[in-house]
């Protein structure tokens, strides 16, 4: 199913926040995100690139979880998950 568009707003914040350097803003949002759509998987992957650049891998492993579990078809999710694992 798509996105949901107000999910995509929050996503789009959450992505103007990060690229301003504001991550507690963009983790924030993508939390919103993922708490309204728990079901897909680009709010997750999102959160997950904000944990770990805030230094919190588990966070952003579990992230990476609910990304993988939300759309399994997902190269980068997973790519990205065992990259992490493997840190």
């Known amino acids: 199913a798509p996105l949901p568009r107000a999910i995509e707003l929050l996503c789009e914040s959450g992505s103007r926040a990060a690229q301003r350097g504001d991550l507690a803003d963009a983790e924030r949002l993508f939390e919103r995100a ?3 759509a728990p079901g897909h ?5 999102l959160l997950a690139n904000v944990l770990y650049l805030r230094a919190d891998r588990a966070a952003a492993a579990t992230a990476l979880e609910h990304a993988v579990a939300a759309n399994p078809y997902d190269p980068l999710a997973a ?8 840190l």
């Open 34 to 36: 993922t708490r309204q």
């Open 41 to 45: 998987a680009r709010p997750w992957q």
């Open 79 to 86: 790519a990205n998950l065992a990259a992490l694992r493997g």
